[in-house]
């Protein structure tokens, strides 16, 4: 039974052309039948299912090898063709050698001079740079279909047209001539070894004339098993049946020659059985119909079978199955903590962990084995030290099983808290959607993830599904725990900072915590600061009188380590022209004084996941991923703590105007038609003044569009002017936690210019967008412009609009992602084997360098600091705050 | 359109023809057979302009954005 008595290592391959002596040495039989079983389903003696092709029914022996199915490797036959045909997958080739050679005396159309010359290069070429052989070869071919005589024989050289696929014509003066396969193959055969070597080939192992096939090899019957359907028809193969054509066509050709039939007959017979070699090899050749199953299908031939996605090489050689795997839905979890996953009990009692037995853990695997497959922490299988496995679902009684194991034995038991798994969501892009986890198995159906992994895995809760791994060695377990686990991959090398970090609600909650006006009761911190973990003392309050009280700044400070300073500008931060730093009126300026928040907001700038330079990102680059994680666990259920004790809502009167700004925003939008209005007129009379560039319709689009989306920044400004400093929308647009300005400007003041390809909406009618416009309106409500927000609803015209610029993004969308795919996994596959040596050299497999400093700075951008190796600014910053404090 | 010497243009690094010496040092430092180094054709353009042949090794030393002065090196190769 054993096949490793015969594996064997791989020293080299090499490839060639098979010799029609190969093919019949390696072919059992000629098959010469077109037919395959015969009525009582017996295969027809040398027809295409004849049994010295391999066995295939179990039980039967092969009448080749005599073994059985499994050992029966399957063996060859062979097709004698009536007459040679260009092997299609050759036929560019072919044109070349016909080009480069002489039609009469065979010889290359070199002078000798010019082949002793290329014979040396060739020579030194192998020694020196094999990789360029070709480019010679190639070389070699292009000089010497240049010559129109040859230097040899004196012979004039016709010139050779090729049409694809498989045909080539002489031009002679009296008109062009087909080239037949014979003649073809009489003129390759004429070609010396020397000159063969001369085009780049070896003629030990692939002789010109090889390329025109004068026996096609048939595949064994494995390769193309027949299925026998439930109503007992069988139903062959594609690839048979496209035998049975050659082989039908190549006996008709056959017969024909015989009988004496007219030239003309022979040359359509043949063609047509060059079209069934030429389809049989690939049935997507371009310039000829693709042969069709009778149901209209097109067959699955060799090439078909080998290329693209479905194929050999991507579905089966690559795609890999795996066990010990899990995949379902995935849900939130904001309490458990970021390196862990939650796996249901379900799903725990099916993944094991295969546990050796020692004198330490006997006792606890001896519980394990008395649950039994179906109590959580238990065990599905024993493996004794002889190899056997014992299935736990039998015994009756698991105890006296349990009692049985010593030392040695193997116990794969269910996955338990803390063990290492990988956790994965497709498409996996970076190497952060791959990461490890500790297990935490919990109740339910859907696996459970802390929502500051997000980010990395591009995650959400609409549906997703994630898959789960789990490595089965010690050796993989802590590597996966050491390299992979989340808190490692924190800091992304996509850009110098935290992948990881706040999300909406985090932001939004740090915010109303850390912001001025927050005062919290003792009841209330302890509150709190119980539901994010914290164990401390309270600090003393800020204030005394009338009763206790502390900022929330005070209990944000409280996850911070004690000495770690660090100040930055806040996202709520005004961007004025110059910055009061300390002194900012709108405790934009975020500062940290010895582990203690003096002043400012903690918001996106601070914890937001993707931030460089932030405070999250500063604690982990100096303090570690243990401190930086310790943070995002305890510190980030506080600012979810908070915002659960406030809430947070948005209610539709919150986007409601003024009736006085609604009057400004539609000034704003008068003005800005009135002045289209005479940008038209002036168009109109000829007087609009063209831009470099345009014509003078496209500066019209311009100058309007323009106008157009000032107004509505206009309307913008208005509304946010009269917006309530507590308008939840605004807090969360200026926070950063979610949405923007402009979000919040569709919302109340103007939804503004739709657009389709980057213009104004002008399709439609002749002339005109939708039927309740006047042919040639050039207005703004014409080409799609919303006058109202979405507050005050769009009219249907409005919305008709919208609906045409919101299909474009998502039809950009769908194609974005497709054309990206495709990007990246040609990107991966060039790339996937380079990487940097430890002497910070990048080099390919064979050690040939690629970057002779990795990025030419040798820099790591997860280590880095926003892409430089040292911020020197920080550092200054640092001395002398520590000098100066 | 007058000649002119495509070495002066200021997107064109600084190209130079290494010693024997250079090169050998430059292979031990390495690790690595002239081989394995990137390659660049006989035809390209700065070879014909520096007179590089098959076998030479280039030196180009290139200002760069995030390294400031960085240095790589050519193997020629015909064609």
Redesign the interface.
Known sequence: MSFYELVKSIKSIRFGILSPEEIRKMSVVNIVTADTYDEDGIPIEAGLMDRRLGTIEPGQKCQTCGNRVRQCPGHFGHIELARPVVHPGFAKLVYSLLKATCWNCGRLLLTNEDVDKYTI?MDR?RR??PQ?RL?LADRVIRRASKNTECPHCGEHQYKLKFEKPTTYYEEHKEGTVKLAPNEIRSRLERITDSDVKLIGLDPQIARPEWMVLTVLPVPPSAVRPSITLESGIRSEDDLTHKLVDIIRINERLKDNIDAGAPQLIIEDLWELLQYHVTTYFDNETSGIPPARHRSGRPLRTLAQRLKGKEGRFRSNLSGKRVDFSARTVISPDPIIRINEVGVPIEIAKLLTIPERINSYNIEQVRRLIENGPDIHPGANYIIRPDGRRIDLRFPKDRKAVADAVSIGYIVERHLKDGDIVLFNRQPSLHRMSIMAHKVRVLPYKTFRLNLCVCPPYNADFDGDEMNLHVPQSEESRAEAGVLMLVQEQILSPRYGGPIMGGIQDYISGAYMLTRKETILTREDASQLLARAGYSGELPPPEINEPKELWTGKQLASLFFPSGFNYSLKSNVCLKCPSCKKEDCENDAYVVIRDGKLIKGVIDKKSIGAGQPESVLHRLIKDYGTDVGRDYIDKAFKLFLAYIDSRGLTIGLDEEELPAEAKREVLEAIRQAESKISELIDTYKQGFLERLAGRTLEETLETKIMQELEEARELAGEIAGRYLKETNTALLMARTGARGSFMNLAHMVACVGQQSVRGERIIRGYMNRTLPHFKPGDLGAEAHGFVYSSYKDRLNPIEFFFHAMGGREGLVDTAVRTSQSGYMQRRLINALQDVRVEY?L?VRGT?????Q??Y???G?DPAKSDH?KAVNVEKIIERVVKAGGG | MGKFDLLDHELVPQFRIMAKEEIEQLRKSLGVRKEDLPWMLKSDPVSKAIGAKPGDVVEIVRKSPVAGRSVAYRYVVPG
């Not at chain 1, 064979?846 to 690629?850: A, C, L, N, R, V």
């Open positions: 290069l070429y020196k740079w360029l480019r002497d050299t064979d050690g040939s360098i690629i002779f400093k990025g030419e700075d820099v892409g």
